[in-house]
Structures are given as structure tokens and as C-alpha cells.
């Protein structure tokens, strides 16, 4: 039964949206009247003449109407009226403006001001697919607006849509590579995917951006941590933790990553670091007392998760991590006591049935132990271990097909664990189905010439028996 530890990894997650559209005055055209025609075509001239000023007269005509419009659109950003309230006003120009204002050239820009801003309103209020219609309708009339697809992002990367989130995020960054936030953005969006190798460089080109940023460090010392590099990982929450000493969540993870590295002592000190800022830090007590457990100190421990269920009373980790110890002392009736109240505090959680399966089936109660280990699987299709304590459980019973079964789910969950071939072969020889037995057999010994796991010499036994 391994130990479990709580792991609290914080992505920085910021989903603000970006300032306001700046809102550019759109330009109109300067009419350049030639005045150097021959006479002979003084009549087309002057007829030239009188329709070029006419044209003239409506570009101004429509200039005007455009600041009027950028004055009322900059009035309601001012206003201090509620996200809904907004809503409406911007509707309300965008159909002024489409009606009022005959250039779509000149209109363009005012309503591509409109949509951005009706899609941050509509964020405000958590209305995230008609951030997605905003943005599309401005990006219908101007495919090149950072701002736009930046907030067309956010929405896809609320609703947890992240590959579409990162599209966006791409084409931001293909219109400005220095627009800094989106890298933090994307990076935030691999992360959640597991696709953290991806996200450190999104890191250091913010960190090359914006070098002295203590919450940027932490996402990629998070990064890191998460591509297994625990070393770098270090080294980063290092860097966070001299930018602001404060940061409660760097001295918790840089904790866990001591821990990782067996480096107790270190791990303990940092998790004391992060309680001495966050008192109620359920999970560093957790830690700290597995650290103390590997230090021998079981009673230190003890006092650890009883502080972190204090805070907590449904803390299912810190019960069954109670439960462990217990069950390491042989305390059999005490540790079934703490997996039974890990399981009250969350149903789902596969490893507390897995654990008091195996301390029932200590305990010698048979059927006990499977009904946990059939819940443990019910909750987790891939649960392995369950598997093979099932299936050892079941050759107890005697019930050899359901063994037999549980092994073969084993092979194609963990096809190189050879013993789950060489029990296959026993089950296959105890039915008198010797052309099985020998096949299984050969792989266990085919596998363990790799895995050198002992299973070898075991299953050469039994094969040059049937061989005789």
C-alpha cells in the first residue's frame, strides 16, 4: 500500500480581460481637383467639378458622424452603468451605426470597437457564447484585431475548450509576438491539457519580456514539475520566493518537490515556511506529516494530520493516510476506522477502498476485501493493483475463471508484469489446459528476461515439468 501525499499545484490562472479597444478615427479621403484641363473640356470639367464636391461634402458629412459615434461608443466604456446596461447601449449603436453610416470603410472600425466591447461585457457576465458571436462579428469585418481573437481565447479557455483557446492564442500572437499576456494565456491552456513541454517556452518568452515577474517563474517552475523536472523546478520557485517572499504557494510546492527528492528535512522546512503564511494550510500539514513518517516520527505525523483534519474534518487524504499508519502498526481495527471515514468523506476515492481491501484481506476476510476491490475498480477502470489483488483474492476463493479473467485485464493493462503470465499459466494448468499454460508460461520468461523480476526461474520449473 503506498503512501499518499497531497499534491496542490496553483496555476496562475488570469483571466482578465485585456484594457479597452482603443478606438482609431477613421480616415476619409482628400479630394484632389485637377485644374489644368484644355478647354475643350471645360464642359465634362465643371460637371466633374460640381459631382466631386457633392462627394465631397457627403465624406464630410459621414466624418462628422463618425466622431459623433466615437464620442457616444467612449461615453458608455465611461459610464458606470451595469455589464447588461452596456449590452444594450452597444446594440443599440451597432444598429445606428449600420444605419447611419453609408461607408463601410468608415464604419468598419467603429463596429469592430462595438463587438470588442460587447464581448468583454458579455464576459462580466459569464454569457461566454455570445463573447464567441461578439468576437466573430468583429472578426468578420477586421481578421487582424489581436484584441479581439485575445478575447475570443479567454471564452474558449472559460469554457475549457483549450485547443480552440491556443488557436486563438496562436493567431494573437502571430499579429504581435510581444503581446505579452497571450504567452501567459497559452501556456496556462497547455498546462491544463498535460502538455506542460509546450508551456516552458511560453514562460521564458514572457520572462525574456517581462523579466522581473515572480507569478511567471511559478508557472514555469509549475511547468517543470510537471514535465518531472524537479531540479529546474527548484531553481524556478528559488527565483519566485527572492522576487516575493511572501509567495505561500512556492514554499508549499518547492516543499513537494524536496519531497519528490527524499530530501525530508528541506521539504519539512518549507512546508513550515508555508504554514507560517497560511495557518490554515491543510494540505502542508498533510505533507509534513508524511515527511515526518519517513523520518521514523509516526507520532509527529499523527499530530500533522490531525491538525489538517482539524481544519478540514472532510479531508479523505488525511484519513487515509491515518489509516496507513495504523494499519504499519497492525492497529487493524484502528486503520479500518480512518479508510471508512476517508471513504464517508469522498465516495470516489479509489485508493481508501484499495487500501482497507488489502487490510481485510489481512485481516482474513475474503469477501471483504473483494467487495473493495470491486468498488476501488468500479471507480477506476485502470486501477492495476486492484486487479492483481483480485485476482489473488479470487484463487484464494477458488474461483478460478474470475482469477483468470482479472489476470488477462492485467496483461493489457501492464503487458510487462511478468508474473501476471506465469499466474494465467498456473490457472490454465490447474484446468488441465496444458497447451495454455506452456504459452503463458514462455512469455512470463520471454518478459522477465528483461524485467528480471524473479518470475523466470518460477516459470522454467513449471515448463520443463509439462515438458517431460
Known amino acids: 500500500m503506498n503512501q499518499l501525499i497531497s499534491k496542490r499545484f496553483v496555476i496562475p490562472l488570469s483571466l482578465k480581460y485585456e484594457g479597452q479597444y ?40 459621414e466624418k462628422v458622424k463618425v466622431n459623433v459615434y466615437n464620442d457616444k461608443i467612449q461615453a458608455v466604456i465611461n459610464s458606470k452603468d451595469n455589464s447588461k446596461a452596456k449590452i444594450d447601449a452597444y446594440k443599440n449603436l451597432v444598429d445606428q451605426i449600420n444605419t447611419n453610416i453609408n461607408s463601410k470603410k468608415l464604419s468598419k472600425n467603429l463596429l469592430v470597437a462595438c463587438y470588442y466591447q460587447l464581448s468583454t461585457e458579455y464576459s462580466n457576465i459569464d454569457s461566454l457564447d455570445e463573447v464567441i458571436n461578439s468576437c466573430n462579428a468583429a472578426i468578420k469585418l477586421d481578421s487582424n484585431n489581436k484584441y479581439v481573437y485575445y478575447n475570443r481565447g479567454l471564452a474558449f479557455q472559460k469554457k475549457e475548450e483549450y485547443a480552440k483557446a491556443i488557436s486563438n492564442y496562436d493567431r494573437v500572437i502571430d499579429i504581435d509576438p510581444d503581446y505579452v499576456i497571450t504567452y501567459l494565456q497559452r501556456a496556462i491552456c497547455y498546462q491544463l491539457i498535460e502538455e506542460a513541454s509546450k508551456a516552458i517556452p511560453d514562460y521564458e518568452k514572457i520572462i525574456k519580456l517581462v523579466p522581473a515577474d515572480a507569478q511567471v517563474y511559478y508557472g514555469l517552475a509549475h511547468a517543470y514539475m510537471q514535465t518531472d523536472n524537479v531540479d529546474n523546478a527548484i531553481r524556478n520557485y528559488d527565483i519566485v520566493l527572492k522576487l516575493d517572499s511572501t509567495h505561500v504557494e512556492a514554499y508549499y510546492d518547492r516543499g513537494y518537490a524536496y519531497q519528490i527528492k527524499k530530501e525530508y528535512d528541506k521539504a519539512i522546512s518549507n512546508y513550515d515556511e508555508s504554514l507560517q503564511l497560511d495557518e490554515d494550510n491543510y494540505n502542508a500539514y498533510n505533507n509534513k506529516g508524511f515527511c ?62 484499495f487500501n482497507r481491501g488489502n487490510l481485510y ?66 490457472l490454465y494448468e490447474s484446468k488441465h489446459n496444458n497447451s495454455e499454460a506452456i504459452v503463458n508460461y514462455e512469455k512470463a520468461i520471454s518478459i522477465d528476461e528483461v524485467s528480471k523480476n524473479g518470475v523466470k526461474k518460477l516459470a522454467q520449473a513449471r515448463l520443463d515439468r509439462l515438458s517431460k
Open 361 to 426: 484481506t489481512d485481516m482474513r476476510l475474503i469477501d471483504k476485501a473483494i467487495v473493495d476491490m470491486n468498488s476501488a475498480i468500479a471507480i477506476d477502470s485502470a486501477y492495476v493493483e486492484a486487479y492483481k489483488n483480485r485476482a489473488r483474492l479470487y484463487t484464494v476463493k477458488k474461483e478460478y475463471d474470475s482469477a483468470l479473467s482479472d489476470y488477462k485485464t492485467v496483461t493489457q493493462l501492464a503487458p510487462k508484469w511478468a508474473e501476471a503470465f506465469y499466474h494465467i499459466g498456473n
Open 22 to 61: 482603443n478606438i482609431p478615427f477613421t480616415r476619409t479621403y482628400n479630394m484632389t481637383i485637377l485644374n489644368n484641363l484644355t478647354k475643350g473640356f471645360a464642359v465634362i470639367f465643371f460637371v466633374l467639378f460640381i459631382t466631386s464636391c457633392n462627394l465631397f461634402e457627403e465624406v464630410k458629412k
Open 292 to 353: 515526518l513518517l519517513q523520518k521514523g516520527d509516526k507520532s509527529g505525523a499523527l499530530l500533522n494530520l490531525n491538525k489538517a483534519i482539524k481544519i478540514n474534518p472532510n479531508f479523505a487524504l488525511a484519513y487515509n493516510n491515518k489509516g496507513l499508519i495504523y494499519d504499519g502498526q497492525k492497529e487493524y481495527n484502528k486503520a479500518v476506522i480512518f479508510f471508512s471515514k476517508a471513504i464517508e468523506a469522498d465516495s470516489l476515492y479509489a485508493e481508501a477502498f
